[in-house]
């Protein structure tokens, strides 16, 4: 039968991975140590309210609130805890009396009313900045304050804490990576797409979502991209195995052409290769992105709008207009014609807005609009 030991050692590993189970974590370290509840702390400095911050299921939510919004940037203990060694225990008599408890606002003020008093903290980190992770073990009047037989017990949780903790922190920084990242592919002009070895979709940008909804000889299915051209569809398998196959040098990726089923140009379809991530790409449970597809759209509305190109180039509205003109295909005297003004206005709109934008050729106009995407 499990051990109460044990079970602590349990919940603090299952917590590292799942944050919803933090609260049963460190309720049952409170309980293993005879006290009223633990909470979990890491700070980037001084006089600020943590970075991190997790608790057991007995703190009351004002307590909670009132700590986090003001106490923790004057409480005494944290003063205390930077001193302390790494993988050391401290409690209140190293840096305070009952006297000074008795005239400190943290103490009298803040943890008084919640009848708490004493604690037990455990140094688990430091790193730049002053950066610190610590556990804090809270305790009553009545519980009084803590006994060598309590700062043994802690000890030995330590290592356990130090390494919930850490495992936590490195998969949440890690998940924060991932969706900026993520979050990054919706401001590329081009529908992003990535797949897993297989073939089959990982992450689909809106842009991209948008484009296959169009089902206009290109859609996304369970098991990867459809194309309804039979030879676009054969060339970019290829491509695609090509791109996958090991080892990694074999090929880099490369372009196809696929046809629409409407009249409109046709898409461009680019596969490049990800990073490799070595062995785990075969270990990891959850499917791995490998391949990127990079997929534009001659025929949409990608080009930027009259408004934004004005702002970008400090254009007036005339200029921007020829430009965006110009960047959809339109030729100089299509647009003075579409616009009811002669062909000499127009131009000398066009060499106005060439000026400003530092250009001298026509295709340098269009290359930099449609850089804006």
């Known amino acids: 039968m499990e051990s109460r030991h044990e079970a602590v050692i349990h919940s603090l590993y299952a917590a590292s991975l799942d944050a919803g189970a933090w609260p049963v974590a460190l309720t049952r370290v409170a309980d293993a140590l005879g006290a009223v509840d633990t909470t979990l702390e890491v700070h980037s400095g001084?006089?600020?309210?943590?970075?991190?911050?997790?608790?057991?299921?007995?703190?009351?939510?004002?307590?909670?609130?009132?700590?986090?919004?003001?106490?923790?940037?004057?409480?005494?203990?944290?003063?205390?805890?930077?001193?302390?060694?790494?993988?050391?225990?401290?409690?209140?008599?190293?840096?305070?009396?009952?006297?000074?408890?008795?005239?400190?606002?943290?103490?009298?003020?803040?943890?008084?009313?919640?009848?708490?008093?004493?604690?037990?903290?455990?140094?688990?980190?430091?790193?730049?900045?002053?950066?610190?992770?610590?556990?804090?073990?809270?305790?009553?009047?009545?519980?009084?304050?803590?006994?060598?037989?309590?700062?043994?017990?802690?000890?030995?949780?330590?290592?356990?804490?130090?390494?919930s903790l850490d495992t936590h922190l490195r998969l949440r920084a890690a998940a924060a990576h991932e969706d900026s990242l993520l979050a990054a592919f919706e401001h590329v002009g081009d529908a992003v797409v990535l797949l897993d070895k297989l073939g089959r979709p990982v992450h689909v940008s809106h842009r991209a979502s948008t484009l296959f909804g169009e089902e206009d000889g290109l859609s996304l299915a369970q098991d990867g991209l459809a194309i309804a051209d039979g030879a676009a569809r054969s060339q970019y398998q290829r491509l695609l195995a090509s791109t996958v196959a090991e080892p990694a040098g074999i090929a880099p990726g490369g372009d196809v052409a696929v046809p629409r089923t409407t009249e409109r140009l046709p898409y461009i379809v680019r596969v490049r290769r990800l990073p490799p991530t070595g062995a785990m790409r075969n270990e990891l449970p959850a499917p791995v992105a490998v391949v990127m597809l990079l997929i534009s759209d001659p025929s949409g509305s990608t080009l930027a709008d009259t408004s934004r190109i004005a702002d970008v180039f400090d254009l007036t509205v005339r200029e921007a207009e020829v430009v965006a003109a110009l960047a959809a295909g339109d030729s100089l005297r299509e647009h003075a014609h579409q616009r009811g003004v002669r062909i000499s206005t127009a131009r000398f709109h066009l060499y106005r807005a060439m000026a400003k934008m530092g250009v001298r050729r026509q295709s340098d106009v269009i290359r930099l609009v449609a850089s804006l995407g």
């Open 46 to 163: 001084p006089a600020r309210a943590p970075d991190f911050f997790a608790c057991g299921n007995r703190l009351p939510n004002r307590g909670v609130e009132a700590y986090l919004s003001h106490y923790a940037a004057i409480c005494p203990r944290i003063p205390m805890i930077e001193s302390q060694a790494v993988g050391s225990v401290g409690v209140d008599y190293d840096f305070i009396s009952e006297s000074g408890m008795n005239h400190d606002a943290f103490y009298s003020e803040f943890l008084a009313p919640d009848d708490l008093r004493y604690f037990m903290s455990a140094s688990l980190a430091k790193g730049p900045g002053k950066r610190l992770a610590f556990a804090a073990v809270h305790r009553s009047p009545t519980q009084g304050h803590a006994t060598p037989q309590d700062t043994r017990r802690l000890r030995a949780l330590l290592p356990h804490l130090q390494q």
